[in-house]
T-cell receptor
Framework: GQNIDQPTEMTATEGAIVQINCTYQTSGFNGLFWYQQHAGEAPTFLSYNVLDGLEEKGRFSSFLSRSKGYSYLLLKELQMKDSASYLCAVSLFSGGYNKLIFGAGTRLAVHP | NAGVTQTPKFQVLKTGQSMTLQCAQDMNHEYMSWYRQDPGMGLRLIHYSVGAGITDQGEVPNGYNVSRSTTEDFPLRLLSAAPSQTSVYFC????????????????FGEGSWLTVV
């Protein structure tokens, strides 16, 4: 079966750096997404990795190691508005089609 | 550009009633999918479609039906609502190039909050 694990909750201080980890055991891996979701809203796209390495986009960076089934999302210079859930999602290629499977999400609370 | 439009946003149903959640997109995307989101469980894939006339089951398909008669529309039908189907439902659409490409063109609707009593 497919399995995606990430911590349930994390807390951090405004201005600090936080790393949210995601491990996956899947078949037919075809890329990994990170989404941000504020309470009561739809997920919004943050990053996408399909090759090993680091992708940087402003205050957000995402890393992928396909051999280890591991990714992390790095948030720098944390702001109060970064308090949200962060969803790791794996794109799986199976039967000729792609499907997106999500982890349970990590709730991040940023404190002053 | 409307993107992905979901209706209704809120609905209360009685056990045993049927209803349809509507999803429409105006981006000519081939891929559309339905997810449900429950506390502590992330988004779980219910059904998906890779083009008009083609649908398949996701992780949690029981109790739901879908059809894809046009590229634009992908309705989700609850045949006989149960309290276990109380959840937030999200429709999403994308094009095949999002997978293996830049991956930044998966669009979500705003969500439908469904309560079954």
């Amino acid at each position: 079966g497919q399995n995606i694990d990430q911590p349930t909750e994390m807390t951090a201080t405004e201005g600090a750096i936080v790393q949210i980890n995601c491990t996956y055991q899947t078949s037919g891996f075809n890329g990994l997404f990170w989404y941000q979701q504020h309470a009561g809203e739809a997920p919004t796209f943050l990053s996408y990795n399909v090759l090993d390495g680091l992708e940087e986009k402003g205050r957000f960076s995402s890393f992928l190691s396909r051999s280890k089934g591991y990714s992390y999302l790095l948030l720098k210079e944390l702001q109060m508005k970064d308090s949200a859930s962060y969803l790791c999602a794996v794109s799986l290629f199976s039967g000729g089609y792609n499907k997106l499977i999500f982890g349970a999400g990590t709730r991040l609370a940023v404190h002053p | 550009n409307a993107g992905v439009t979901q209706t209704p946003k809120f609905q209360v149903l009685k056990t045993g009633q049927s209803m349809t959640l509507q999803c429409a997109q105006d981006m000519n995307h081939e891929y559309m999918s339905w997810y449900r989101q429950d506390p502590g469980m992330g988004l779980r894939l219910i059904h998906y479609s890779v083009g008009a006339g083609i649908t398949d089951q996701g992780e949690v398909p029981n109790g739901y039906n879908v059809s894809r008669s046009t590229t634009e529309d992908f309705p989700l039908r609850l045949l006989s609502a149960a309290p276990s189907q109380t959840s937030v439902y999200f429709c999403a659409s994308t094009s095949p190039s999002s997978f293996g490409g830049r991956g930044n063109t998966i669009y979500f609707g705003e969500g439908s909050w469904l309560t079954v009593v």
